[in-house]
């Protein structure tokens, strides 16, 4: 029973990497702390997803279709605006919106945070903090 589920689970990942390389040309992910996930309160769901099976078989997919693959730092990416890139503070996890009332930002908190990475991928591979917020904010969906 333990082979059929755990085949089953590299089988759908397999299937989501393939999707997701069919319509990207870069792919950025937060670079998690796995071990330390696993440790934490939901340790034993986080361990059942796969997470880190899933990057691997994610990476070696984005290999093969010559999709440009990057881990990005994965610290405080809740927890700054990506339209300003200015600190916003802790949030607690009941907080589903980002909101900074600075710039009059306000978006879905996993969003904010996906842009976050996202911005963090564009200046990686060499793109201005600039260009990569014009990038974020010109798109609608991630």
């Known amino acids: 029973m333990h082979e059929y589920v755990a085949n089953c689970r590299k089988d759908w990942h397999r299937k989501l990497s393939h999707q997701i390389c069919d319509d990207a040309g870069m792919v950025f992910v937060e670079d998690l702390n796995l ?10 769901h986080c361990l059942g997803a796969g997470f880190g099976q899933f990057f691997n078989i994610f990476e070696q997919t984005c290999f093969k279709h ?3 693959f990057q881990k990005v730092d994965a610290k405080k990416t809740s927890q700054i605006c990506p339209n ?3 600190e916003t503070g802790k949030k607690k996890l009941s907080e589903r919106v980002h909101s900074y009332h600075n710039c009059g930002y306000t978006r879905d908190r996993d969003i904010a945070a996906a842009q976050v990475v996202l911005i963090r991928g564009l200046a990686a591979v060499g793109h201005t903090a ?6 974020v904010n010109s798109s609608e969906s991630l």
């Open 130 to 135: 600039c260009d990569a917020c014009l990038q």
């Open 84 to 86: 300003c890139l200015n």
């Open 66 to 68: 010559g999709v440009y």
């Open 35 to 44: 071990v330390g996930l696993s440790r934490a309160m939901l340790g034993k």
